[in-house]
């Protein structure tokens, strides 16, 4: 027997995932943001001097990137799980 999603549990499924995408895309730019004012107040475009510094560069850009945007994972899941429960299932 197939069960069939009644369209007021799609239209929150839809809402769901599209809540989630927003908070995740404003935490994506919150990071974008939070690291680029890091790496201005460092000025670590000076590590760019030599071979070594602007190989690792950016890695180790791309790492300040993700601490930054996991950290906002459990918020985001607080977010999206509130929004949740007040959906009429």
């Known amino acids: 027997m197939v069960q069939r ?8 499924w839809a809402a769901l995932y599209a809540a989630t995408a927003l ?16 790496l ?4 670590a475009w000076t590590q760019l001097a030599s071979v070594r510094g602007a190989i690792a560069f950016v890695p ?17 899941l607080a977010i ?4 949740g429960v007040t959906l009429d299932w």
């Open 5 to 12: 999603m009644s369209v007021v549990d799609f239209e929150n």
């Open 23 to 38: 908070c995740c895309l404003m935490a994506a730019l919150a990071a974008g943001i939070a690291v680029g004012v890091e």
């Open 40 to 43: 201005y107040r460092e000025r």
């Open 60 to 76: 180790r850009t791309w790492w300040r990137w993700q601490r930054r945007y996991l950290l906002a994972t459990p918020m985001i």
């Open 80 to 83: 999206v799980t509130a929004f």
